[in-house]
């Protein structure tokens, strides 16, 4: 096998993170492309937007996924060669998204579509609770999976390398961060939603209802499923996990194991890059790894891809 793509979730962007794309005139322009279908404003919130205007889950949605496309064109550069010598595409959450169109299942258009309606139908169901995420670094997995069923919390993402993000009320994450399990760490993130879990199950409905309405194709380049960490090759059947997806946890660690038992020789972590290169640092101990955070990265995720994943 090859170099495996990946395209990181929420949470990844930062403010101005897009100003070295913007400074390029194709990306400039590609992003004022994906910018129209979703109906925001991505230049603006790419590069003078504060923390607290992009942590809003209705902007840093569109946002993360159009930064992944734009980095993905930047990364193939127009090579038919490049995209056909890859792995695969998969993505973390919301990069599903950013993966789905990488791999042809989506078009652009329609992935910005489907991101701009996921990110509102989530911040809508986010606002009717006060529910957050935590990141659990450490202890033991069924300690910690009965610690949460006290408390009434659900995990989120499992993303492997010992790290397990939960999901639920406010009051019972505090809880768990002053009595979590033993050897474990409880890092709350800045996440306004208790994602990936039965809060966000009005906005399954809502999603659905937009994803009824675009053509999906089946994937051109293998693509691996958060639901499972498996391939899937039917692009409906993908859109319909995406969908279901955003009520239910993401299993990165499987996604990963994937990525090992596949014998995926390296990773390029799609714009705005660096926690998936972390994760698999961690996961995929060894792996040559190429986190595209500005245009300056791309040179070095274009040679481990021709070079067929050779650090």
Do not use: C, Y
Not at 6 to 19: H, K, M
Not at 25 to 51: C, K, W
Not at 228 to 251: E, I, K, W
């Amino acid at each position: 096998m090859s170099v495996v793509v990946v395209a990181p979730g929420q949470g990844s962007q930062t403010p101005g993170f897009l100003e070295p794309w913007i400074a390029v005139p194709e990306f400039a322009d590609h992003l004022a492309t994906l910018a129209e279908a979703a109906g925001i404003d991505l230049v603006t919130h790419g590069t003078v937007s504060d923390a607290d205007t992009i942590r809003d889950t209705a902007i840093a949605q569109p946002l993360i996924v159009a930064a992944s496309l734009v980095a993905l064109g930047g990364v193939l550069d127009g090579s038919d060669a490049r995209r056909a010598s890859l792995a695969g595409i998969a993505g973390h959450s919301v990069g599903e998204l950013a993966a789905a169109a990488g791999a042809g299942i989506l078009s652009e258009q329609d992935a910005m579509r489907l991101v701009a309606a996921r990110g509102a139908a989530m911040a809508e169901a986010a606002g009717r609770a006060a529910t957050g995420m935590s990141a659990v670094v450490g202890g033991d997995q069924d300690a910690l999976l009965a610690r949460l069923e006290e408390l009434g919390l659900s995990p989120a993402n499992f993303n492997g390398g010992g790290q397990i993000v939960v999901a639920g009320e406010l009051p019972a994450l505090a809880r768990l961060a002053e009595e979590p399990p033993s050897g474990a760490r409880v890092i709350p993130l800045q996440v306004a939603g208790a994602f990936h879990t039965k809060w966000m199950g009005s906005a399954v409905d809502e999603l659905r209802a937009v994803a009824e309405g675009v053509e999906a194709h089946d994937p051109t380049l293998t693509i691996w499923t958060n639901k499972t960490g498996r391939p899937v090759a039917s692009g409906a059947a993908f859109v319909d996990l995406l969908v279901g997806q955003v009520a239910s946890p993401v299993r990165w660690d499987l996604t990963m194991e994937s990525f090992a038992a596949a014998g995926v020789t390296g990773l390029v972590e799609l714009a705005p890059a660096g926690a998936l290169v972390g994760l698999a640092k961690r996961g995929l101990k060894g792996l040559p790894t190429v986190a595209v955070k500005t245009p300056a990265d791309l040179d070095a995720a274009r040679a481990l891809i021709d070079n067929d994943g050779a650090a």
